[in-house]
């Protein structure tokens, strides 16, 4: 845990150049208060020429491990394929280093249990980048389902383009290949969605049931589309569905079935609709998007929480159950059995 009320946190970042969306994640960094003096390592070394014209003052390493003997870190982002992520992420903790890494850390779920038991043993932060917490809408959803009651039931998806699958680049990317990126859509988009279901709802996740496969046919090692029933801490039931099957671009929602109203969620519009039982007709709320980067918003809500010792947006449990769901998944849809969360 670093001191409260840090002017600055001393950061380091350990990416290469195949993770996902790396440009924009350090775009991003680059407009965060408090983040110095920050240093970059690849051990490719293909990235640096670009981190450094990104990140102003940035210290260069080609070297994690150098980085994080010499540099000393207070906090390291790691940005990595998914199979590359433990080794770093164990040494970055072992180095007593908070961390926050993309949402899929690691491609074998059993890596998934030592790095969050190293997190508690140690008292540090070990962070997944679920960067939707930090959109306006969810956060406006937060305070209007304070009001409607305990969830009853809920739905939620998720469609990307499933162009993307054609792309020879991207096929022969990591993130086409289960064994190097742990899964396909459930893991890299639909991740998001159970995380707002569980944000939103405040209730934990008992049993998982699912069915993934590749629906579109593509010569990939992923699923393309992934349909989930959970059962929810309180006994209500929930579904996630997720899938390539656009031509271009994302839709997605979530709604929400409650004791005393429902409210429905469109992340990507950043809109909200609810109405209560008192209510004769539905509100509606859509929030002033001018300006806002809900990635430079989470990262700087992240780095505030390190700097004031206070819980992050995404604290360690919370990341662990949902990497924990998603992987249940995959484990039922290959048995055919429903998978019990403890």
Same mark, same amino acid.
């Given at each position: 845990? #670093?001191?409260?009320?840090?002017?600055?946190? &001393?950061?380091?970042?350990?990416?290469?150049?195949?993770?996902?969306?790396?440009?924009?994640?350090?775009?991003?960094?680059?407009?965060?208060?408090?983040?110095?003096?920050?240093?970059?390592?690849?051990?490719?070394?293909?990235? !640096?020429?670009? +981190?450094?014209?990104?990140?102003?003052?940035?210290?260069?390493?080609?070297?994690?491990?150098?980085?994080?003997?010499?540099?000393?870190?207070?906090?390291?982002?790691?940005?990595?394929?998914?199979?590359?992520?433990?080794?770093?992420? $164990?040494?970055?903790?072992?180095?007593?280093?908070?961390?926050?890494?993309?949402?899929?850390? /690691?491609?074998?779920?059993?890596?998934?249990?030592?790095? *969050?038991?190293?997190? #508690?043993?140690?008292? !540090?932060?070990?962070?997944?980048?679920?960067?939707?917490?930090?959109?306006?809408?969810?956060?406006?959803?937060?305070? /209007?389902?304070?009001? $409607?009651?305990?969830?009853?039931?809920?739905?939620?998806? =998720? =469609?990307?383009?499933?162009?993307?699958? %054609?792309?020879?680049?991207? &096929?022969?990317?990591? %993130?086409?290949?289960?064994?190097?990126?742990?899964?396909?859509?459930?893991?890299?988009?639909?991740?998001?969605?159970?995380?707002?279901?569980?944000?939103?709802?405040?209730?934990?996740? %008992?049993?998982?049931?699912?069915?993934?496969?590749?629906?579109?046919?593509?010569?990939?090692?992923?699923?393309?589309?992934?349909? =989930?029933?959970?059962?929810?801490?309180?006994? +209500?039931?929930?579904? =996630?569905?997720?899938? *390539?099957?656009?031509?271009?671009?994302?839709?997605?929602?979530?709604?929400?079935?409650?004791?005393?109203?429902?409210?429905? $969620?469109?992340?990507?519009?950043?809109?909200? @609709?609810?109405?209560?039982?008192?209510?004769?007709?539905?509100?509606?709320? &859509?929030?002033?998007?001018?300006?806002?980067?809900?990635?430079?918003? *989470?990262?700087?809500?992240?780095?505030?929480?390190? &700097?004031?010792? %206070?819980?992050?947006?995404?604290?360690?449990?919370?990341?662990?159950?949902?990497? #924990?769901?998603? *992987?249940?998944?995959?484990?039922?849809?290959? @048995?055919?059995?429903?998978?019990? $969360?403890?």
């Amino acid at each position: 845990m #670093q001191t409260p009320s840090a002017t600055t946190l &001393r950061t380091g970042i350990i990416a290469e150049p195949g993770a996902a969306h790396l440009p924009h994640y350090l775009e991003s960094l680059a407009a965060c208060a408090h983040l110095a003096p920050l240093a970059y390592a690849d051990p490719t070394g293909s990235s !640096l020429e670009s +981190a450094e014209a990104t990140l102003t003052g940035v210290q260069l390493y080609e070297s994690p491990g150098q980085m994080l003997r010499e540099f000393r870190p207070q906090f390291v982002i790691v940005l990595l394929e998914a199979a590359h992520g433990a080794e770093w992420i $164990l040494a970055a903790l072992r180095a007593g280093c908070d961390v926050l890494t993309e949402k899929h850390p /690691v491609a074998d779920v059993r890596d998934l249990e030592p790095l *969050f038991d190293e997190a #508690q043993t140690r008292g !540090l932060r070990l962070m997944l980048a679920l960067s939707s917490r930090a959109n306006p809408a969810v956060c406006k959803a937060r305070e /209007v389902l304070a009001a $409607l009651g305990e969830v009853m039931s809920a739905s939620v998806y =998720v =469609v990307a383009d499933q162009t993307r699958l %054609r792309n020879e680049e991207y &096929r022969r990317s990591w %993130r086409c290949d289960a064994q190097r990126a742990g899964g396909g859509i459930l893991m890299a988009i639909g991740i998001h969605q159970i995380d707002l279901l569980l944000h939103l709802s405040g209730l934990a996740i %008992r049993e998982v049931t699912a069915i993934c496969t590749n629906a579109g046919g593509e010569a990939v090692k992923i699923e393309d589309a992934a349909a =989930v029933a959970l059962k929810l801490s309180n006994g +209500a039931l929930a579904t =996630v569905h997720a899938g *390539f099957y656009l031509d271009a671009a994302y839709q997605g929602g979530l709604k929400l079935w409650l004791t005393r109203g429902w409210l429905r $969620l469109d992340p990507l519009a950043s809109t909200i @609709t609810w109405q209560s039982h008192d209510d004769e007709t539905a509100q509606n709320w &859509r929030a002033e998007m001018t300006n806002v980067n809900q990635t430079r918003d *989470f990262f700087q809500e992240t780095i505030d929480a390190i &700097r004031m010792d %206070r819980s992050p947006l995404v604290n360690g449990q919370q990341g662990r159950q949902v990497l #924990q769901t998603v *992987f249940a998944a995959y484990e039922s849809s290959a @048995t055919g059995r429903t998978v019990t $969360l403890h």
